[in-house]
């Protein structure tokens, strides 16, 4: 999710009085997710677990729109990004419009705690590692049979990829939603996962 270039979370969270830890619904909880834009690699990585697969992509939090302008542009249609900063969700509509596909890809300005996500199928997310946790429960809680998430930078805490693309910084993490458990839980898919690409393989 991004930070408000001009401090606009900041100010409200020093107004707000809010007492105890954070809660994710509230300012002071998103400041602690600075808006770093994907590089082309990260991207890419991201592409590559979520190529070809079918339905409803979104990314969480989508900063300036380049993974959902990229998965639209790979076939991985609708593509739909949730960001919270409206300097961020004008710039990614322009660069849409740049790129011809202003009709074909949406950008909504939209707290991603508030996203429904029962009817998407494939997850982006490059978040900072203090809301994963809470992120995890949601992910759970929400996504359908056969959702595949994909998380960037920093795997999530508890569930086991099933793939892993990259190195360092620019290493992706993707784990698959089952049905099991009670009461029709989702949990990750199998805690075998695949490390794809090395240092000499991605720079060559």
């Known amino acids: 999710m991004g930070a408000d270039a001009f401090g606009a979370p900041l100010a409200l969270a020093q107004r707000g009085g809010l007492g105890g830890g954070p809660h994710p619904h509230s300012p002071v909880f998103r400041v602690q997710v600075p808006y770093v834009g994907a590089s ?5 990585h991201v592409l590559s677990l979520l190529r ?16 959902v302008l990229a998965a639209h542009r790979c ?3 609708p593509a739909v ?4 900063n409206p300097w961020l969700v004008g710039l990614a ?22 996203v429904s996500l029962r009817d998407c199928h494939n997850v982006s997310v490059f978040l ?6 809470l992120l995890e ?10 959702a595949r998430v994909v998380s960037g930078r920093f795997p999530l805490p508890t569930w086991q990829p099933v793939a892993v693309v990259g190195e360092g910084l620019d290493r992706v993490w993707a784990y698959d939603i089952h049905r099991g458990g009670p009461a029709g839980q989702a949990v990750p898919g199998p ?8 240092p000499n393989s991605q720079n060559g």
Request: aromatic share 6%; hydrophobic share 35%.
């Open 93 to 114: 509509r322009l660069r849409a419009w740049r790129a011809g596909c202003a009709g074909s890809v949406r950008y909504h300005r939209e707290d991603l705690w508030k």
């Open 40 to 44: 082309a690699r990260q991207v890419e």
């Open 137 to 146: 429960d949601k992910l759970q809680a929400e996504l359908p049979a056969g």
């Open 52 to 67: 070809g697969r079918p339905g409803k992509t979104v990314d969480l939090g989508s900063g300036d729109g380049r993974i």
């Open 75 to 77: 076939g991985l249609r």
């Open 191 to 198: 805690s075998s996962a695949s490390v794809l690409g090395t």
């Open 81 to 84: 990004g949730y960001e919270l």
């Open 128 to 133: 900072a590692p203090s809301v994963l946790p």
